[in-house]
């Protein structure tokens, strides 16, 4: 440090000022922003646990916090074989304890094997490890039928909200009447309303219809596209499907009328698919916007650009603590894509332990594997569909759950054909009974 | 859905469209962007490497990765404390297996209890853990000789690089000649480039001394103000202490004499001290600017605002790859740290194994635990040094390493008078001949 004459010692010209960075001259996005899911209800709650644990008289006695989907805070457990892999990824000194199923240890290894210096501490790549981005695309695969997904275009995030965030960064452009302008959907997922207002993009309302249990219509879409073009140019559509929050299910029909839409109006589609695994409803179906779209066939299978994201913080697994998640880009735009992994580059790596979770979320334990049966077990797989598999895997035994057609709640059975020749019933009926005692002293 | 009549079945108006968003169409700020450290020479690194598995012959066998600080990606082993905690708190059922230190045990317990539903995987409130940051906060003190931090001043983050984007996007505002300008060294890291162009801000270089090892010259920053001035509002200044890339540690008197420049010129000050652990030349000590700016008085203790920022990715763990960091923030008005806040909340929170970690970086066991010996040695404290910290713990007998004397390389001593009494003496001698005893025993 260089210390020029007359410059050490000299008083401050003023000794009381202000604030540089006050509420007036601060970014003015950022103020704008509102986050509700964390907002004055919430912080309100904080205070009143607080009061409760102090002994304040309330006119109840805890704070049930539904305000957020945190399955893991409200009591859910995490899943043995998750965590399991998770510890020996963590300190894999634990490799040669015996208290760990085999192929716990083997996918830990494989994990491993792909990180740098074998260990989660080092940064991954910034799309994300590329082995669990593979692991992703056959999952994507399987989930649409068959259609294929490439890993390269598979970009690994810090939960999907981060991945969210950076594909609106990429279309906010323009000033004035030419900025971006984004339809999302009324009621909406707050994250979109404060990304918006962060990015300083316009943020264009469509309202989802509660006389239909909050679905979307295609003819409020274009109403509110025709009255936007008026202050904006509106460059994408985001769809919450299942919604968030209002948990509505969109069916095939009106997925493919919502593509038609974002073509003939040239918006870039933001599918948040986040809930796909949270359909409850008798007859509902999630049907992904990647299948849907593939299977329109031309001009839009090849043409329309989507970006559907996923995450680990929902499904069955509520990891949302390790801030995991992904997004899968379709017939996006070969250099802007590349201008995406450059941002993410920015910011180094999604979290590595996160990214090994959502391994394991993508390609859970087959039936061969040993953790199997605790697995499917741990997510309420109904006891004897869970019997049934299990009988099938072990003995080649095909049977029908009893769930499959009615019982008394409590009561668990499986129906069997007697059609099998004597030759081969009688060996069968023995396997059956030793599977049975085998199977009453595993899991009782 | 609602299909309205005719909608069905339209024959898209255009069947060859471009793509929605392209390099022409996308962000140009996002395009401005560009970061080094994963650039170019990092994917053709890449692409060199598949190149050798793949047989084909070049001057080297191996490409050796110096381009980014990732100390277990280049072998780095990660701290057995550090992960055994860890993987208590991902697989709790491991608290009741004996292979693991009651102090991890206890360790992991407690963050758990902090933890929603006892879990890793909820979601922790936006700043932080609590404890965690109380934890930092009494960090802080003892890095700083005494000098209070205040909990409610830490926000944990996603790597220090979260946190310092969160700070710079509270400071963009203006248009014109009115926007944000932020004053940067030459060389800098190149987030903060990367950021400041994301963000549309206005970057103003100032140039390290080459020739007096890259030091901090305060008449540069107060020439590049000047001459700043002219195109935009500067109204922060980013140091990065000890340097990246230079490694160049600032004098005390060098951050005195930022201060007031910072304080004169009213300009937020952005202190990046995640290398603080990391200083390795004679003579050199790390000074932290809170520390400076507390010691300095009025009017700049009270009233210099102060973002220093830290991470788990450097320093002596490397665990780069569960990104984990913290702000500490020094005399920011209340209300935009409010805001702060609350764009956090956006984001949910920062990865919570990350945090779990950061708690034992800052508070890593202490003499009486029973992992703070291999804790030590892991560290690479000299043998000799170990010895004499050890036999003090465990017996009250202080002498002094061989190491403060010199001695041959390999070899290890301690130096101790006989002046105590005969009759203290001789149990001091038997005393330090069983731990001599038994520490060779644990440590061979």
């Known amino acids: 440090m260089a210390l020029r ?4 010692g000299q008083a401050p010209m003023n000794s009381l000022k202000g604030k540089v960075l006050t509420l007036d001259t601060m970014n003015p996005c950022v103020r704008r922003v509102e986050y509700a899911v964390r907002g004055p209800i919430v912080q309100r709650a904080l205070e009143l646990e607080q ?8 006119p109840f006695t805890e704070v049930i916090r539904a305000n957020i989907g945190d399955a ?6 995490p899943l043995t074989f998750l965590r399991q892999v998770l510890a020996l990824c963590v300190h894999p000194d634990l490799l040669s304890s015996p208290d760990f199923p085999e192929d716990a240890k083997r996918r830990a290894e494989r994990i491993l094997q792909a990180c740098g210096g074998h260990s989660l501490g080092a940064y991954s790549i910034s799309s994300g490890i ?20 490439d890993p390269n275009n598979v970009f690994l995030s810090t939960g999907a909200s981060d991945a969210i965030v950076t594909v609106l960064k990429l279309l906010v452009a323009g000033e004035g009447r030419a900025r971006t302008g984004v339809l999302i959907p009324i009621p909406q997922y707050p994250l979109y309303s404060a990304a918006l207002a962060e990015l300083d993009a316009v943020q264009v309302d469509y309202y989802l219809d509660e006389e239909r249990a909050w679905a979307l219509d295609v003819a409020e879409l274009r109403r509110v596209l025709r009255q936007a073009r008026d202050r904006c140019c509106p460059r994408a559509l985001c769809v919450i499907n299942p919604g968030n929050p209002t948990g509505q299910v969109q069916t095939r029909e009106c997925i493919e009328a919502v593509i038609r839409f974002a073509f003939e109006e040239r918006l870039f589609l933001l599918a948040d698919e986040v809930y796909q695994d949270n359909v409850y409803a008798e007859g509902s179906q999630f049907h992904s916007f990647k299948k849907v779209l593939t299977e329109m066939g031309p001009p839009y299978a090849a043409q329309q650009e989507l ?23 379709v017939n996006m735009d070969a250099a802007v894509q590349q201008q995406m992994l450059k941002l993410m580059s920015v910011r180094l790596c999604p979290p590595v332990p996160g990214q090994a979770l959502l391994d394991l979320v993508v390609s859970p334990p087959g039936p061969s594997d ?11 797989l109904a006891p004897d569909m869970f019997f049934c598999m299990r009988l099938l895997e072990e003995t080649g035994i095909c049977v029908v759950p009893g769930s499959g057609f009615g019982q008394l709640e409590g009561t668990y059975h499986f129906r069997m054909t007697i059609l099998p020749p004597m030759e081969k019933l009688r060996p069968l009926l023995e396997k059956l009974s030793q599977f049975h005692a085998k199977f009453t002293r595993e899991y009782s």
Do not use: T
């Open 72 to 77: 893991q805070a409200m009591g859910q457990k």
């Open 370 to 380: 040993p953790s199997f049966a605790q697995f499917q077990a741990e997510l309420g």
């Open 307 to 329: 970006a559907s994201f996923h995450s680990i913080s929902k499904g069955f697994m509520g990891e949302c603590g390790f801030r995991s998640g992904y997004v899968e880009v």
């Open 130 to 149: 590329q082995i669990i981005r593979q692991d992703v695309a056959r999952y994507i695969e399987l989930r649409d039928g068959g259609i294929p997904s």
């Open 5 to 8: 004459a007359g410059e050490q």
């Open 51 to 58: 009061e409760l644990r102090q002994g304040v008289k309330k």
